[in-house]
């Protein structure tokens, strides 16, 4: 398979990388190093890599030459971001997607896969989550990723392509770095080896589906593989925990006792989320395999390194 990964410098993407490479596929990155990284390129010198950005139509044509396969991933993300930059989020998601898709129409690119999230639902009326839940965001992200899908899938109708829309839950794992826009997991992680404070946001009984990247990144290699579907799927574990148990669980894995704090509740952000991926193991083959547990001391042992490296103050261990 040749494919182009736009956002492949980034967290989910480089893992995308990894994993299509070690399969022995042909590919491309396009990213402009905005909010991905050059060191996760690195290690790949066998991939190609175009700096650019979605919005440059040039950028996307010379980097999507010969593709079969596009894994649409670069993105403006989360909720808090949108707030603070609509425009940008809004010409990134958009506009960018429109770019993406008006060159794989060109180039007879044969499938999309793209990167979609639950924050499309806002507050939830059910649990779990399925697909045909009423949408109705509650930030510009969630806007622009449900106008993103809409493209996508609209192209799919119009032309010679299929579109495979991904709706992630709250993806974590290697390469996540710091964000204050971004996960809780990487928040925390990283705020408990630096030492720091941990803040939650309204009183911690609110549940989030997280989902190991290594699982991400198994659903977007199996909606590429899979031949005839178009559609938007639901990406998490299947499972829930409170917020409050995140930190319990931080805790064990890291062995560093974590000094809390709480905070009002965040604009933009749900009470509950839990994905029902009937839908994604049915159509596409998707099956979750990463206990949290495990996925949690796997990204720790990750942090630990870069925490180091970085040169800030290690926490002891008890």
């Not at 998601?93 to 060109?106: F, M, P, Q, S």
């Not at 931080?250 to 029902?276: C, I, Q, T």
Request: hydrophobic share 40%.
């Amino acid at each position: 398979m040749k494919a182009l990964i736009t956002g492949g410098a980034g967290f989910i993407g480089s893992n995308l990388l990894k994993q299509l490479l070690r399969d022995g596929h042909e590919v491309t990155v396009l990213d402009s190093l905005l909010s991905g990284y050059r060191c996760n390129l690195d290690p790949f010198p066998e991939a190609r890599f175009i700096e650019g950005d979605v919005r440059d139509g040039a950028a996307v044509a010379a980097a999507i030459k010969g593709a079969e396969v596009v894994f649409h991933l670069a993105a403006s993300v989360g909720n808090k971001r949108s707030i603070d930059h609509p425009i940008m989020d809004a010409e990134i998601n958009v506009i960018g997607t429109l770019r993406v898709l008006e060159a794989a129409k060109r180039e007879g690119v044969r499938k999309i896969v793209t990167s979609s999230s639950a924050g499309i639902f806002g507050e939830l009326k059910t649990l779990p989550i399925r697909e045909d839940h009423v949408v109705e965001p509650d930030s510009p992200y969630g806007c622009t990723k449900l106008c993103k899908e809409k493209e996508c899938l609209a192209y799919a109708k119009l032309y010679d392509i299929e579109a495979i829309c991904l709706r992630y839950f709250n993806v974590y794992g290697p390469n996540q770095r710091f964000d204050a826009y971004g996960n809780v997991i990487p928040i925390f992680a990283f705020q408990m080896l630096r030492g720091e404070t941990l803040t939650i946001f309204g009183d911690g009984e609110q549940t989030r589906d997280f989902v190991n990247v290594r699982d991400v990144v198994q659903a977007n290699i199996k909606a590429a593989e899979t031949v005839g579907v178009s559609g938007a799927f639901n990406i998490g574990s299947g499972g829930r925990i409170t917020i409050t148990r995140l930190v319990e669980l931080l805790k064990e894995a890291s062995g560093v006792e974590p000094n809390v704090r709480y905070g009002p509740p965040r604009s933009g952000d749900v009470r509950h989320s839990l994905a029902d991926i009937s839908a994604a193991r049915k159509k596409i083959g998707f099956h979750p395999s990463v206990p949290l547990e495990q996925g949690l001391k796997e990204y720790i042992d990750w942090v630990r390194d870069e925490v180091s490296k970085a040169g800030s103050p290690r926490v002891d261990v008890r």
